[in-house]
């Protein structure tokens, strides 16, 4: 067995296999060559190398119907490493990355486009704090929705629109006023029939 380093030059998606070039060789160009993976059957891992990316083959003394195998690839001079400490790191082309900082214990993923998650069961959350920030538009769609504060809730926008029957089993504190269809619940006043109780004003503010 021959082991050589190359370029690769040609890949094929479907077959998972990949041709590469041989500098100082008259540039030859291999055979398809199997590209190891670190899962193949049951968990699978699929992840081919680049166009004109470095690779580490290693191939048979002979073609006698054996196959070469592209082991790796490496880093050099021509492409460097993403980062010079022990963090687990995996960048992309356009940007996107996945790393997690051992030392920090901080585990980070940056995306350049949309991030999909699919569960056909739960999704459980658990942290000490939690941030969301969008800078257009928060959307959720759900049957039943329960929030629990030990506390308080605190919504400030400068309108708060609620659609449908709104229950409460406490009161309801109003700074200011209260406008329904028929008006102004402070300025709407009506005579109150103080026959019946002397002591009260006239025109006690009530609702009908």
Known sequence: ????????????????????VFPGIDDFQSPDLQVTHKRTFGDKHWDMPDLDEEVLVILPDSSEGETGYVLCS???????PPANDNRFKYIFKDGTFI???KKDKKFTIDCQGDIIVNSIKNVEVKCKNAKVTAEELIEGTCKTLNVIASTEINLTAPVINLKGLVNTTDNVNVAKDVITSKGSVNAHNHS????????ASKTAPMYE
Request: aromatic share 16%; glycine share 8%; hydrophobic share 20%.
């Open 74 to 80: 490496y880093y050099n001079k021509n492409s460097t």
């Open 1 to 20: 067995m021959l082991i050589r380093e190359g370029k690769v030059s040609d890949i094929n998606y479907e077959k998972g296999t990949v041709k590469v």
């Open 99 to 101: 790393e997690y900082n």
């Open 192 to 199: 109150y029939n103080w026959q019946h109780d002397p002591g």
